[in-house]
């Protein structure tokens, strides 16, 4: 057990959040256009090179949530600092296409230790049932990720170029992230009570063979990718109805903001709500916002208010994902059941940033393809009431 106060420990993993998503995530969404410029390479190959990556950490969070379960934090989160910072490295030296890949494969098996499904895991077990408190202030701070590094990143590019702001971005990373791991986490958990009759039946295998769990996860699946498809996709959606680069970028960034308004929202949803209720109501917003993503032209302050609105969307829908398998079989074997549960949403989300290019090409614009997307959102609207 860490020795510090619990306020403490939250706070610190919460600045780990916004340093780790920054850097982690939205760094190359908001340096894929120089990488481009300076490499030949096409956007839609490098959106694909860091799906890979997270779509390895998809795969390696359901061994990362066993972990978890198991020997607690330290180790695991200060391993995966380190990880990323290594292939934040790679990716600024890589020559080619091949290594740039391998490169976010690496950073790929970082996001499984460090990002939200750890942290989640994390606030579950240390926090027990003020766990939706605690949830929310950790995401309000990773909500804040793009706000800081979208401005951030673009400025450092400014003066130095892709390769150097890699580089300068693995130091930040291991330098301010590694010692909040090490001094702020705990080394082990400590044991929890002897489990009832209920929990008794939440077992790995018995709760991922259920109907329940199935109608949960295609409703978090299919929300998921249309949420991340378009709200990814808002910087070329935003200039294809006449905004300049930078204008799109700022909107990307207030994105960013407005997840934290959705998940102080989320907060006041009243703690006996039946457990399918916030996930039907997050959809049912998903599908109104992307389709005014898709249908509205302009003006400028317009589609911004409209993407703070989407980015108020998403942000409860991270909070409806991160406490979906705790309110419905507690946080015994959290961490080994929210890893499979997470493993598909991860892996449908991280082929957001190559998604949206994909099928707006195949549909005829982004503004298309944010109505394909808000399509998507209404099979989550009806899968959410079985769930």
């Not at 499904?117 to 027990?128: D, K």
């Not at 008794?200 to 990718?225: C, D, P, Q, W, Y």
Request: proline share 5%; hydrophobic share 60%.
């Amino acid at each position: 057990m860490s020795k510090h106060p619990l306020g403490v420990r939250l706070a610190a993993l919460s600045i780990g959040q916004v340093i780790s998503w920054g850097i982690l995530y939205y760094a190359l969404i908001i340096a894929a256009p120089a990488i481009a410029d300076d490499t030949g390479w096409s956007i839609a190959a490098i959106a694909l090179c860091f799906s890979g990556g997270l779509i390895v950490s998809a795969v390696a969070g359901i061994v990362v949530g066993r972990w978890l379960d198991d020997r607690g934090p330290r180790l695991i989160m200060t391993l995966g600092a380190v990880v990323g910072a290594v292939g934040l490295v790679v990716v600024s030296a890589a020559p080619d296409l091949v290594i740039f890949a391998l490169g976010w494969v690496v950073c790929g098996l970082a996001q499984s230790a460090v990002l939200y499904q750890a942290a989640f895991t994390v606030i579950a077990r240390r926090h027990g049932d003020s766990r939706r408190g605690a949830m929310t202030v950790l995401t309000l701070a990773g909500g804040l990720a793009s706000t800081v590094f979208a401005p951030g990143v673009a400025g450092l590019l400014t003066v130095l170029d892709w390769r150097a702001t890699f580089l300068v971005l693995a130091t930040v990373l291991l330098v301010l992230t590694l010692p909040l791991h090490v001094i702020f986490l705990e080394r082990t958990w400590v044991p929890l009570p002897a489990a009832h009759d209920g929990e008794a039946l939440h077992k790995v295998g018995a709760v991922i063979r259920t109907r329940r769990f199935l109608m949960l996860e295609i409703s978090m699946v299919t929300l998921a990718a249309a949420l991340f498809s378009v709200t990814l996709a808002i910087i070329p959606l935003y200039m294809e109805k006449g905004l300049t680069y930078e204008l799109a970028a700022w909107a990307l960034g207030l994105l960013g903001a407005g997840q934290v308004i959705g998940r102080l929202l989320y907060v006041a949803i009243p703690h006996g709500t039946a457990p399918w209720l916030p996930i039907a109501t997050t959809s049912a917003l998903a599908v109104v916002l992307l389709a005014l993503m898709g249908l509205v032209p302009g003006p400028p302050w317009l589609l911004i208010i409209v993407g703070v609105v989407a980015g108020a969307v998403r942000g409860a829908q991270t909070l409806v994902q991160g406490s979906a398998v705790a309110d419905r079989w507690g946080v015994r074997n959290y961490g080994t059941i929210n890893g499979v549960f997470a493993a598909p949403i991860t892996a449908i989300s991280a082929l957001g940033p190559a998604l949206g290019p994909v099928v707006a090409v195949a549909v005829g614009g982004y503004s298309a393809m944010a109505l394909v997307m808000a399509g998507l959102a209404v099979v989550a609207l009806i899968t959410a009431r079985f769930s």
